[in-house]
C-alpha cells in the first residue's frame, strides 16, 4: 500500500497549506485560516461567531483573534445580533466580498489548471474518491475535527 501520509503531505505542501499567507488581494495579506472564515461568512447568511467557530472546528477564542484581524482590514463587520445582544453577527464588507471573490476566483484557477491535465473519467474519478474520502472523515470522528 502506498504511504497515503506522504501524498496527503505533498498535497497539503503543493496547495501551499503550509504558507503564512495563503493569498495577498489588492495590497491584503489573507493567511489561510482567515480565507477559511471569509468563504464561511460569504456562504453562510448572517451567521454568529459560533456558528463559524463550529463550522470550522475553532476554539472561540483563537477565532476571535482571527476575526478582530479582518476587522482591522475591514474586511469583516461584527455586530450584535437583534434577538441576543451576547451574540455577534458576521458580515463580510464590500472590501471582505471583493477579496473572498478573489480568492475564490484563484481557488477555482487552479483547480481548472489542476484538472486541464485530466481526461473527463480521471476528473470525475478524483471529484468522486474527494467525496468518499470526505464522507468517511466525517463518519469516523477520530480525525479533523
Given at each position: ?5 506522504h501524498?496527503?503531505?505533498l ?5 501551499g497549506?503550509?504558507?503564512k499567507n495563503c ?7 489573507v493567511?489561510l485560516?482567515?480565507?477559511h472564515?471569509?468563504?464561511e ?6 451567521p454568529s461567531?459560533q ?17 478582530q484581524?479582518?476587522?482591522r482590514k475591514?474586511?469583516v ?15 463580510l ?7 473572498a471573490?478573489?480568492?475564490?476566483k484563484?481557488v477555482?484557477d487552479?483547480?481548472t489548471?489542476?484538472f486541464?491535465h485530466?481526461?473527463e473519467f480521471?476528473?470525475?474519478?478524483v471529484?468522486r ?5 470526505n464522507a ?10
Amino acid at each position: 500500500m502506498e504511504d497515503i501520509r506522504h501524498l496527503l503531505q505533498l498535497i497539503t505542501r503543493r496547495f501551499g497549506f503550509l504558507n503564512k499567507n495563503c493569498c495577498s488581494v489588492g495590497g491584503v495579506d489573507v493567511s489561510l485560516i482567515q480565507s477559511h472564515i471569509l468563504y464561511e461568512i460569504d456562504r453562510q447568511h448572517h451567521p454568529s461567531m459560533q456558528q463559524i467557530a463550529d463550522t470550522l472546528g475553532m476554539d472561540i477564542t483563537t477565532f476571535s483573534r482571527q476575526v478582530q484581524s479582518l476587522i482591522r482590514k475591514k474586511l469583516v463587520k461584527k455586530s450584535a445580533s437583534d434577538q441576543d445582544r451576547r451574540v455577534y453577527i458576521l458580515e463580510l464588507t464590500t472590501e471582505g466580498k471583493f477579496v473572498a471573490a478573489a480568492i475564490d476566483k484563484q481557488v477555482q484557477d487552479d483547480l481548472t489548471q489542476i484538472f486541464s491535465h485530466m481526461n473527463e473519467f480521471e476528473k470525475e474519478t478524483v471529484i468522486r474518491s474527494l467525496k468518499l474520502l470526505n464522507a468517511c472523515m466525517e463518519k469516523t470522528g477520530v480525525c479533523c475535527n
